[in-house]
Structures are given as C-alpha cells and as structure tokens.
C-alpha cells in the first residue's frame, strides 16, 4: 500500500508544523511579566482623633474613620491628610453634627447611596444615619 501526498498537501503540512513549532519556542521565551508595588503609604494621625472605628473605600485608597472622647468624627485619608469632620452636639443641632444622643460610632458602611453611619447608644438602640446626619433607620435591641 502506498500513499500519495500531494504538493499542495505537503506545503499546507509544512507551515502548520512551522506554526506550531514557532508559537511554542515563542511562549517558551515570554517573560512573566514584573509585578510593580506602590511603595506603602506614611502618614501620621494624631491620637486626639480618638478611637479607629472603621476602614471604608476611599478616593484614594483606604479611608479610616475615628471617633474622640467628645464623639467628634474625623474622616481620615490613608496617607494621613484628614479629608472631613462631623461635629456631635447635645441640644442644639448644628448643620451637617450628629445628635450626641445617637451614642458612639460602631461602624460606617460605604454602598452605592454614600457613606453611612451606624451608631449604638447605651439603652441599646442602634441608627443608621447618612454621612449628611439623615436619619435611615433605628433598630432596637431587648
């Protein structure tokens, strides 16, 4: 039994060797490519923030946000630059303050409306509120 190849055959037979043979020997010399790290971030917060509270997605990166011992909260970048405050007040309210009744600052939550707030006071009742001081919502606990 013999077989016949043909011209066409055996040049159509050549160049998909030649394919293959070269895209393996080219994927044997592709280098992996180098993986690049930002150099960490420094920065300094000063202890009067208060306590850390939180870590949210920020513009740039990680936002941290603290709360101090009068429960004033600070928003704060994480190269250290304060990037906003919320200021709390007992009876009369103050524009963009949070009511001093809310209790501390147990978390903040950033979706797709903003930045929210979540606080719990001593009686065990827990608010959300948005980062403008709009109440969304009370939880009670017994």
Partial sequence: M?????????????????L???SLIGLHFIQ???VVHAAPAEGVVPK??????AAIPDRIGTGLVFEDKDGVIRFVSITGMK???LNRYDQTPTQGGIPKSYGHLVAAVVNDKGTGLVF???????RFVTIAGVMEGE???E
């Fill in 120 to 126: 719990e006071d001593a009686g065990g009742v827990i």
């Fill in 83 to 85: 990037e906003g405050q």
């Fill in 2 to 18: 013999t077989i016949h190849i043909t011209g066409k055959s055996l040049l159509v037979l050549a160049a998909t060797f030649l």
């Fill in 139 to 141: 939880l009670n606990r």
């Fill in 48 to 53: 009067s923030y208060g306590r850390l509270v």
């Fill in 32 to 34: 992996a490519p180098a």
């Fill in 20 to 22: 293959l043979a070269g």
